[in-house]
Nanobody, 127 residues
Framework: QVQLVESGGGLVQAGGSLRLSCAAS????????MGWFRQAPGKEREFVAA????????TYVDSVKGRFTISKDNAKNTVYFQMNSLKPEDTAVYYC????????????????????WGQGTQVTVSS
């Protein structure tokens, strides 16, 4: 079974930066894409970014475009999330996710697309 482990969360001031990592463990792991979601207290889970594993095509929610960058290392089965110019509204638990095959009906921004999920890492941005 595939396990996703996030790291890199923490407490930062507004305008600061954090770099999240998500490492996948498993003997056979060949995802179509990996992505990041976040969930703030009392709110629904929100798509943030995703990247396809073969072509490296990226997509972002509008609120983080120009501030966050998703990247990957295929050999290490790891996805990274560089978060710059952080705002208090970015405060949430961030979850890494992976999908084994493409599901065009839902798309990469829909959580139902994904097969595996990490336990989450807390990101807190203070004013």
């Amino acid at each position: 079974q595939v396990q996703l482990v996030e790291s890199g969360g923490g407490l930062v001031q507004a305008g600061g930066s954090l770099r999240l990592s998500c490492a996948a463990s498993g003997r056979t792991f060949m995802p179509y894409a990996m992505g990041w979601f976040r969930q703030a207290p009392g709110k629904e889970r929100e798509f943030v970014a995703a990247i396809t594993w073969s072509g490296g095509r990226t997509t972002y929610v509008d609120s983080v475009k120009g501030r966050f960058t998703i990247s990957k290392d295929n050999a290490k089965n790891t996805v990274y999330f560089q978060m710059n110019s952080l705002k208090p509204e970015d405060t949430a638990v961030y979850y890494c996710a992976a999908v084994q095959s493409v599901r065009l009906s839902w798309g990469l921004s829909d959580g139902r697309t994904y097969d595996y999920w990490g336990q989450g890492t807390q990101v807190t941005v203070s004013s």
